[in-house]
């Protein structure tokens, strides 16, 4: 039974052994959390799984959600995500603020909620920023880059 298993994961005191209605998690999820706090826990509590987590290829990567496309949101929802591709696993995501922000603007702060040790962070041309790069070695991970044969020769 689910209840046997999440009873104890969530810690829950409860007078009668069953969960809550799905109401009250609906009123809590979207009402007294913030996605970026659930983020945070739903990751830790991944990474913390005995096979989860391991893998050495994190890929970071952005897509925009299907079906949020519509006429008066011709971008729709745009999210970046960092997910293990061996595992099928989405550690992570953010969204991407349509006017403010893009891709690059938000993978540091995506990859600063994430444990980087021994991992290998890939990413498309987009991400081959110098900060980006940079971040990833100081938290302890390798990167690469996929470059095109466009981008300038630097040393």
């Not at 689910?2 to 007078?15: C, F, H, M, Q, T």
Request: with cysteine; aromatic share 4%; proline share 4%.
């Amino acid at each position: 039974m689910r209840s046997e298993y999440l009873i104890p994961a969530l810690d829950l005191k409860l007078k009668r052994k069953r969960l809550p209605h799905h109401s009250t998690y609906r009123r809590i999820l979207t009402e007294e959390t913030s996605v970026e706090d659930l983020a945070i826990v739903f990751s830790e509590y991944l990474a913390q799984l005995p096979s989860q987590g391991q893998e050495m290829v994190l890929v970071v990567d952005g897509k925009t959600v299907r079906g949020t496309i519509t006429v008066d949101d011709p971008f729709g929802v745009h999210l970046l995500a960092a997910c293990l591709p061996g595992q099928g696993i989405v550690l992570m995501q953010m969204a991407v603020e349509k006017d403010k922000e893009n891709e690059i603007v938000v993978a540091p702060r995506l990859l600063q909620c994430l444990d980087l040790r021994n991992k290998v962070v890939t990413g498309d041309a987009m991400h081959t920023q110098r900060q980006i790069s940079i971040q990833i070695v100081k938290a302890g991970g390798d990167f690469v880059w996929i470059v095109r044969d466009n981008q300038t020769n630097t040393r």
